[in-house]
């Protein structure tokens, strides 16, 4: 054996890491005071008028007189019952409606295409429709966050469903397991990943969608609030309500991830 | 230089372009101005269409927008140089931060001359409604809190004496969506602009109240210039001479015909009334209806718009710190 045969012989050093990303908290926090640095100096400095961009600091200024007024808590309150109904009931019809969608041949056929037609109606067009057939309650307002979360939840739970391996099934059904079983115990174990990832959109959509759904009749509501402040010109006001909406979006985002850990943990 | 066929183009074409060049600057200037589509800014369209800007030196051209608010956005960014419009809580905002000034009156809501309508639903919710007094403790549709109905319904409150926070405002963005909840009788009464209100009142949808103007008069409309063009005030005054030309027209001639809320149709108002129908795609006969009362100076009610303004900062729609003083230009403004 030659020195060179000796050399390929010693241990490999271990190269099939994969590309593990091990998230680096301190990076989205100093990226975050960066950008809000370089908007107060903007203001500061004067580089862009207020009116057109409001500093930080106007900002928070007006999310603390709206949180000492108590308005701020009021306007919360009011969403979050809109976009977690809203959430909730559009969720349940799109987890049923995808399901179907996956397990028979003729709801799917049925399915994509009633989906396919309604699906790219902006909500926003029907509102003058929704009035008359719900009011300008409560009713009409969770309808619109209803309707936009119901879609994408679907559309998530069908192709979830649809992409199951063929085999899992197979085996299971070899075995003699009944149909029920099947689908508890392996679609939809298998299908939670997409089901999950599609809660987050459709979370985000919620999110959106209080804007529009607070367009008719809504005095209350971070939506209305923000229309208002737009309406008006008052752009810190205006940021003040875009910024509780993007810690919305959020604590939202968190509490999904929570969900993701749990449920998935089998993975 | 040698003089030949070619240098002699050359050197005429420079000449030509700078004689060009001098004319635009001393001669006819480029003026932006935001309108909406509505027989109400009539009194630009005359001004427009009959000449009087091109006597002044100015090139103006017209920029149409379905709605005020965003017209004095357009000025306070100054993709407009003049706005021409009804006040906002917007327009007081942008004032008071130095974006825009204004410099002239436009329409005012006065007594006979219809233009905000206050409607009830002929739905059986609306049955208890007999006047515009009886609003309080009902619901009302306007397009935006902070908008004109909403400041008109405070003027009613005022007269009668009862607290705004009685009457349960829906804000429902469009005027449309006004209409389709007061079909609907999703509201028990809407307050909307006459142009809106009439089609319903006809189709038996809605039944009419009584006029805003009627019970209680307030300065509507504003001529309002961008930062730059505040910067020129020749540039303001040649416009407003041309602008007050037009209003002169619009009242001495169009409404001095008007009888029983119809303007008659004679050589002398056919003109007008020709301009203001080319300009807003709208019949003759369906402008003659109801036409917007206009003041023959241009002239601005700076004690109502103090009231308004006052008003909007009472409501928290405006900014407060600033008073008429910030947003009014005493150079220009000529009262009533």
């Known amino acids: 054996m030659s020195e060179a045969d000796v050399a390929r012989l010693a241990p490999v050093r271990f190269r099939g890491r994969g590309f593990v990303l091990r998230p680096r908290w301190y990076g989205s926090l100093a990226a975050f005071v960066i950008i809000v640095a370089l908007w107060q100096a903007a203001g500061s400095y004067g580089w862009v008028s207020p009116l057109f961009l409001p500093s930080p600091l106007a900002i928070v200024r007006a999310l603390v007189a709206l949180t000492l007024s108590g308005e701020l808590v009021g306007h919360i309150a009011a969403s979050a019952m809109r976009i977690g109904v809203g959430w909730v009931l559009g969720t349940a019809a799109g987890l049923a409606v995808g399901l179907a969608m996956g397990l028979w041949g003729l709801a799917r056929s049925i399915g994509i295409s009633v989906v396919s037609a309604l699906f790219p109606i902006p909500k926003i067009a029907l509102l003058p429709l929704l009035i008359l057939w719900l009011g300008i309650g409560e009713p009409s307002k969770i309808a619109t966050i209803a309707l936009g979360v119901f879609f994408p939840t679907t559309i998530a739970t069908y192709s979830g469903v649809d992409s199951v391996p063929r085999t899992l099934i197979r085996m299971a059904q070899s075995f003699d397991l009944p149909f029920a079983g099947i689908v508890r115990k392996i679609v939809i174990p298998a299908a939670l990943p997409s089901i999950l990832s599609g809660f987050r959109i459709s979370a985000s959509i919620a999110l959106l969608l209080v804007v529009s759904a607070e367009m008719i009749g809504a005095d209350r509501g971070i939506g209305a609030f923000v229309l208002q402040a737009g309406n008006l010109m008052q752009t810190d006001q205006l940021l003040a309500g875009v910024v509780v909406l993007s810690i919305f979006g959020l604590i939202v985002a968190r509490l999904i991830g929570v969900l993701e850990a749990r449920l998935l943990a089998w993975r | 230089m040698r003089f030949t066929r070619r240098t002699f183009g050359l050197s005429a074409g420079a000449t030509l372009v700078t004689m060009h060049r001098a004319a635009l600057a001393q001669g006819t200037a480029k003026v932006r101005v935001g309108v909406l589509r509505l027989a109400s800014s009539g009194n630009v369209f005359i001004a427009q269409d009959h000449g009087y800007f091109r006597d002044a030196g100015l090139d103006v051209e017209l920029k149409f927008f379905d709605a005020a608010q965003p017209i ?63 609003i309080e403790g009902k619901s009302v549709g306007i397009t935006q809190v902070g908008s004109s109905f909403h400041y008109s319904a ?56 009584g006029w805003g103007g009627d019970e209680a008069p307030w300065q509507l409309g504003a001529v309002f210039v961008s930062q730059k063009m505040k910067a020129n005030p020749d540039l303001i005054e040649r416009f407003l001479t041309a602008y007050r030309r ?28 020709d301009a203001i129908a080319h300009n807003t795609n709208q019949p003759v006969d369906k402008i003659r209806v109801g036409l917007a009362f206009i003041d023959p100076n241009g002239a601005l009610d700076v004690q109502g718009v103090a009231h308004q303004l006052a008003w909007f900062q009472e409501h928290g729609f405006v900014d407060k710190g600033f008073g008429l003083d910030k947003i009014v230009d005493p150079r220009f403004v000529k009262v009533p």
């Open chain 2, 72 to 134: 004095a956005v357009a000025t306070a960014s100054g993709d407009v140089d003049v706005g021409v419009t009804a006040f906002t809580g917007g327009l007081f905002n942008l004032a008071g931060k130095g974006a825009v000034s204004i410099v002239a009156g436009q329409s005012r809501d006065v007594a006979g001359f219809p233009l905000m309508a206050y409607l009830a639903t002929a739905q059986p919710s609306g049955a208890s409604l007999k006047s515009m007094r009886d």
């Open chain 2, 246 to 273: 037009g209003c002169k027209d619009y009242h001495d001639i169009l409404l001095a015909s008007v009888k029983d809320g119809v303007a008659a149709l004679t050589p002398e108002t056919q003109p007008l009334l």
């Open chain 2, 154 to 209: 405070g003027l009613i409150a005022e007269k009668y004496k009862f607290a705004l926070s009685d009457v349960k405002f829906v804000p429902l963005q469009s005027m449309s969506n006004v209409a389709s909840a007061l079909k609907g009788g999703r509201v028990e009464a809407a307050i909307l602009p006459a142009t809106a209100a009439q089609p319903l009142i006809d189709s038996g949808d809605a039944r009419l109240l």
